[in-house]
């Protein structure tokens, strides 16, 4: 039978991402082996598309009273009795996990009892940078881990940007972000699309079920595809295609980044510590104490800075 290998990775969208390349590091380490990964129920699409796993095992993260759900994940766990579980979360519910469902297992994370400990770098680190300690620690050859790639995520969206009349290069704007975390909203995209399209510019928007309302209130073409919104392949899509991206601390603006695609993002108040996982070398952050300081001159000189090209000019 063939070693049975568990990857768990809940979320949120941007900290999935930028696990991505890890995971692969995992699962080429175990080619040949059978892979599950553990994750939330909005990324399960995302994941019975990813190339190097076989499955998928949803979690609702059901609060502990909930023993009927709970008895139910430990029956999945037990039936395939992981030989190895790799724990990329390092939550409190995944310590727990490790407790309840799979005492036996080798254990490779930061929950007491791990069979597999490692120590993370000294501060400050990112969160790849974790997971590279992790996975040494594991014997886990590091290949992928600090250049995670999206490709297997762009869909084709031509024919989405072409009846939505956008047929040049474009700057996508990010504005909205969880709506647990209003306070990692920069307030000034409107300002900023209207500049852009005065110099000429094409802007899109590409909402999500938090910040629809936001888009809606923009100018600049709003792209939701067939249905109500662009799901994560389209967005991908949107993303890669664009010539400059600027959005908030947010799971697409991490997409973008790791796309590859030129772009800045805005950080305020405690969020300075969590902009090293943003930063790429054509995607830079701008930071103040108040989001709200940050003016929309900073942003077109951040563009014209990572050369991005649209309608032929330059953003001066």
Known sequence: MKPRILIIKHGSLGDLLIAEGAIRDICEHHHGDDITVLTGPA???????YPYVQHVLVDPRSP???????????REVQFSSYDIIYDLQKSSRTAFYRRLFAPRSAWSGSAPGSTIPFELPPQPHTLQEGYRAQLQAADVPVRFTLQPDLSWMIDDVSTILRDAGVDGPYVVLLPGASTRHAHKCWPHYAE??????????????VPGPDDL???????????TGPGPFLDFFGLAGVLAGAAFVVGNDSGPTHMAALLG???V????????KYMRNMQ????SCLYSDNIADITVDEVLAAEVQKGSVTNDNHLQ
């Open 64 to 74: 502990r009273w909930r023993i009927d759900r709970l008895f139910w994940l430990w």
């Open 265 to 272: 993002a805005f950080f305020g108040g405690s969020g300075r």
């Open 192 to 205: 900023l699309a209207n500049a852009l399209l005065d110099k000429g510019l094409r802007v899109v928007t």
């Open 261 to 263: 695609t030129p772009g």
């Open 213 to 223: 309302a936001v888009c809606r209130g923009m100018p600049g073409t709003m792209l």
């Open 280 to 283: 790429r070398r054509n995607f």
């Open 43 to 49: 990324y399960r699409r995302i994941f019975q598309r």
